[in-house]
């Protein structure tokens, strides 16, 4: 079991990037499946992608082309590099290993 905690989530206007971090309290390396899903208001949570150990990338067909995922196993690390943002965007993002998830860091996007 790791504890993952997400930051970089912020106010951005639409057509703008962010980068948000998730950061293992633990070693990712032998972890094969991570990924980002997010929950807008009102809504059910919903995958955004994933990346497998070997940098495999999966993605929401809502974000591909826009968001892209890395890892950093010698740091614990996962990234969501998020670029032309719509406000359709804004939501909670959570990372997870599919056993363990974050608390999660708020997008908005908006003018």
């Known amino acids: 079991q790791v504890r993952l905690v997400e930051s970089g989530g912020g106010l951005v206007q639409p057509g703008g990037s962010l980068r948000l971090s998730c950061a293992a309290s633990?070693?990712?390396?032998?972890?094969?499946?991570m990924g980002w899903y997010r929950q807008a208001p009102g809504k059910q949570r919903e995958p955004v992608g994933l990346?497998?150990?070997?940098?495999?990338?999966n993605y929401a067909s809502s974000v591909k082309g826009r968001f892209v995922i890395s890892r950093d196993n010698a740091k614990n690390m996962m990234y969501l590099e998020m670029d032309f943002l719509k406000p359709e965007d804004t939501a909670v993002y959570f990372c997870?290993?599919?056993?363990?998830w974050g608390q999660g860091t708020q997008v908005t996007v908006s003018h």
């Open positions: 997870t290993t599919v056993k363990d």
């Open positions: 633990g070693s990712i390396e032998s972890i094969n499946v």
């Open positions: 990346i497998t150990s070997d940098g495999s990338t």
